[in-house]
């Protein structure tokens, strides 16, 4: 089992940054993949990044350039720094991490971001 709290959602203006955080706890050392997903209204819940175990990151191709992803293990926390934010990146941000022994999927409750034009 792995539990996720995601934080950092807000309001900004187009051209900002935010920086979201996703504090891991649990099964963390069976954890083989993290990411970064998010849901708009009337849409499908998309892939933004992810970051394996060994530390190889992909990222969407709307993301790529202004996205980073990246986690601190000692601190058991996922990050996504948004820079350069468009109103199409506003969402609501979930984070997500498989199980090595298992491949189920767990989710955070997610955090609002929303940028306005």
């Known amino acids: 089992q792995v539990q996720l709290v995601e934080s950092g959602g807000d309001l900004v203006q187009s051209g900002g940054s935010l920086r979201l955080s996703c504090l891991a706890s649990g099964s963390i050392s069976s954890i083989v993949t993290m990411g970064w997903h998010r849901q708009a209204p009337g849409k499908q819940r998309e892939l933004v990044a992810g970051i394996s175990r060994g530390g190889s990151t992909n990222y969407a191709t709307s993301v790529k350039g202004r996205f980073t992803i990246s986690r601190d293990d000692t601190k058991n926390t996922l990050y996504l720094q948004m820079d350069s934010l468009k109103p199409e990146d506003t969402a609501i941000y979930y984070c997500?991490?498989?199980?090595?022994?298992?491949?189920?999927?767990?989710w955070g409750q997610g955090t609002q971001v929303t940028v306005s034009s």
């Open positions: 997500n991490a498989v199980l090595m022994t298992t491949m189920k999927n767990y």
